[in-house]
T-cell receptor, first 112, second 114 residues
Framework: DTAVSQTPKYLVTQMGNDKSIKCEQN?????MYWYKQDSKKFLKIMFS???????INETVPNRFSPKSPDKAHLNLHINSLELGDSAVYFC???????????FGQGTRLTVV | AQSVTQLGSHVSVSEGALVLLRCNYS??????LFWYVQYPNQGLQLLLK??????LVKGINGFEAEFKKSETSFHLTKPSAHMSDAAEYFC????????????FGTGTQLKVEL
C-alpha cells in the first residue's frame, strides 16, 4: 500500500495547456503539501493545506491552484503552462503535531 | 527565517570509508532538523530527525547525525559506505510555527566508488 501516491508519474505537455496532478495519502494525516524540485534539484514548498484549509502559499503564480476536496487528497491544477514550469512536483503529508513529512514519488512535468 | 546550508554539492567516498555530509542551520527558534535521501527517480525518504530530544540521532541504513547547537550543525555520518548509499541527500529544517513547512538545503550528491 503506497502511503502518498501521485498521478501521473510523468507528464509531457505543450506550452499554454492546462494540466492537473493528483495526490492521495492513506496515512490519516491532516496536513498535505506540494513541493517543487527544479532542474538543480532544489526543493521548495509551494502550498500547504491543513484539514482542507490553505495555510501556506509561497508566492506561487496564481496559474497554480491547489484543491483539497478532503484531507486525504490535494490536487494541483496548473493553467497556461510555461516552459519554466518544467520540474518535478512532490506531494507530501504529515500530522500537524509531527513535523515528519512523507513524500510521494513525484510527478515529472515537462513543458515543450 | 530558517535556512540550511549544505557544504559540498558532491561528495565521493570509497566503499567501506566514512561518510560525512555537512549541514549547518540558521533558526531563530529551537529547530527541528531532518535528513532525507533521494534515490534516482524516487521520492524523498526520511533518514532521521532531530526534535529536541537526544542530540545524537540514529536513523535508518546505519546513518546518524549529531545536533551541535554551539556550531549550528547537524552533520550526517555513516561509519562504512556501501554502494547502495549512492544518492542525493537533503538536510532540512522545519518551521514548527505554522504548517510544518520544510526548508531544504541544496542537496549533496554522494558517490560511492569501489
Amino acid at each position: 500500500d503506497t502511503a502518498v501516491s501521485q498521478t501521473p508519474k510523468y507528464l509531457v505537455t505543450q506550452m499554454g495547456n492546462d494540466k492537473s496532478i493528483k495526490c492521495e495519502q492513506n496515512l490519516g494525516h491532516d496536513t498535505m503539501y506540494w513541493y517543487k524540485q527544479d532542474s538543480k534539484k532544489f526543493l521548495k514548498i509551494m502550498f500547504s493545506y491543513n484539514n482542507k484549509e490553505l495555510i501556506i502559499n509561497e508566492t506561487v503564480p496564481n496559474r497554480f491552484s491547489p484543491k483539497s476536496p478532503d484531507k486525504a487528497h490535494l490536487n494541483l491544477h496548473i493553467n497556461s503552462l510555461e516552459l519554466g514550469d518544467s520540474a518535478v512536483y512532490f506531494c507530501a503529508s504529515s500530522d500537524r503535531g509531527n513535523t515528519e513529512a512523507f513524500f510521494g514519488q513525484g510527478t515529472r512535468l515537462t513543458v515543450v | 527565517a530558517q535556512s540550511v546550508t549544505q557544504l559540498g554539492s558532491h561528495v565521493s567516498v570509497s566503499e567501506g570509508a566514512l561518510v560525512l555530509l555537512r549541514c549547518n542551520y540558521s533558526s531563530s527558534v529551537p529547530p527541528y532538523l531532518f535528513w532525507y535521501v533521494q534515490y534516482p527517480n524516487q521520492g524523498l525518504q526520511l533518514l532521521l530527525k532531530y526534535t529536541s530530544a537526544a542530540t545524537l540521532v540514529k536513523g535508518i541504513n546505519g546513518f546518524e547525525a549529531e545536533f551541535k547547537k554551539s556550531e549550528t550543525s547537524f552533520h550526517l555520518t555513516k561509519p562504512s559506505a556501501h554502494m547502495s548509499d549512492a544518492a542525493e541527500y537533503f538536510c532540512a529544517v522545519s518551521d514548527t510555527g505554522g504548517g510544518n513547512k520544510l526548508t531544504f538545503g541544496t542537496g549533496t550528491q554522494l558517490k560511492v566508488e569501489l
